[in-house]
């Protein structure tokens, strides 16, 4: 599957954005979608997933951010509200390997380009 992230940008703290990614190549909804993110000098971190089983968030984004998506239009969104210095990363998309919502990495198969989050204070 190739997926296509969009929608980072440059926001101010408690500001707003909406991520959305693109999948094309196999039937949107038969896998889970997720995102993670990967700040300067750090390891890659679970940020949402949704798929059969519900959406799991990580702790530093519960009641934050809301992950969902749009299977008749092939796309996953990641709506990113209150948003902190912390939160400013490089976010990816990524298409899991099956439907099971989970959290590790290794489970997702496809992965998008990445789109720049940066959150001034």
């Known amino acids: 599957v190739q997926l296509q992230a969009s929608g980072g940008g440059l926001v101010q703290v408690g500001g707003s954005l909406r991520l959305s990614c693109a999948a094309s190549?196999?039937?949107?909804?038969?896998?889970?979608m997720g995102w993670f993110r990967q700040a300067p000098g750090k390891e890659r971190e679970f940020v949402a997933v949704?798929?059969?089983?519900?959406?799991y968030y990580g702790d530093s984004v519960k009641g934050r951010f809301t992950i969902s998506r749009d299977n008749a239009k092939n796309t996953v969104y990641l709506q990113m509200n209150s948003l902190k210095p912390e939160d400013t990363a490089v976010y990816y998309c990524?298409?899991?390997?099956?439907?099971?919502?989970?959290?590790?990495?290794?489970?997702?198969?496809?992965w998008g380009q990445g789109t720049q989050v940066t959150v001034s204070s």
């Open positions: 990524a298409a899991g390997t099956s439907r099971t919502a989970v959290t590790s990495a290794r489970a997702f198969g496809s």
């Open positions: 190549g196999r039937t949107f909804s038969s896998y889970a």
């Open positions: 949704i798929g059969w089983g519900g959406t």
